[in-house]
């Protein structure tokens, strides 16, 4: 009984040095911020392998391109734009994961899909805003 606790404790360690490492390095190679003369970014990692880039631009829109909490190569991802920098989604452009060779599946935009697609828009909304408060214009 206590070798099969022992070797149950042992893949559990396995278990959680494999996740931390997945998650270290997700943190490692995402959390940066790049300030360049047209637009700045800032990175984060959320969950173990996915993250935020956040993108202003020197015109005053805005990019928020999410990667899903399981990777991008897996699974599709967004891109919430922001093109006239009022703080509400313009567009929301979805693509495949690398598996579909990250083919385009889809684009909303607000003048036309924002009553068919409500939900989406506004939680897009909330997180841009959220966003916008978290990282300040710098000028």
Same mark, same amino acid.
């Given at each position: 009984?206590?070798?099969?606790?022992?070797?149950?404790?042992?893949?559990?360690?396995?278990?959680?040095?494999?996740?931390? !490492?997945?998650?270290?390095?997700?943190?490692?190679?995402? $959390?940066? @911020?790049?300030? #360049?003369?047209?637009?700045?970014? *800032?990175s984060?990692s959320?969950?173990?392998?996915?993250?935020?880039?956040?993108?202003?631009?020197?015109?005053?829109?805005?990019?928020?391109?999410?990667y899903?909490?399981?990777?991008?190569?897996?699974?599709?991802?967004e891109?919430?734009?922001?093109?006239? !920098?009022?703080?509400?989604?313009?567009?929301?452009?979805? $693509?495949? @994961?690398?598996? #579909?060779?990250?083919?385009?599946? *889809?684009?909303?935009?607000?003048?036309?899909?924002?009553?068919?697609?409500?939900?989406r828009?506004?939680?897009?909304d909330?997180?841009?805003q959220?966003?916008?408060?978290?990282?300040?214009?710098?000028?």
């Open positions: 009984m206590k070798d099969r606790l022992d070797m149950i404790g042992l893949y559990l360690a396995i278990i959680a040095v494999a996740l931390g !490492g997945t998650r270290g390095c997700n943190m490692l190679f995402n $959390n940066r @911020s790049l300030d #360049k003369p047209a637009y700045h970014i *800032e984060y959320t969950g173990l392998t996915g993250h935020i880039e956040f993108t202003r631009y020197f015109d005053g829109s805005i990019d928020v391109k999410e899903p909490g399981l990777g991008h190569r897996l699974f599709d991802s891109l919430h734009q922001d093109i006239n !920098g009022d703080g509400l989604v313009d567009r929301i452009r979805k $693509n495949g @994961s690398e598996l #579909k060779m990250n083919q385009l599946s *889809e684009i909303l935009v607000r003048e036309t899909d924002y009553q068919t697609n409500k939900k828009f506004d939680k897009a909330t997180q841009l959220d966003l916008i408060t978290k990282y300040p214009s710098k000028k």
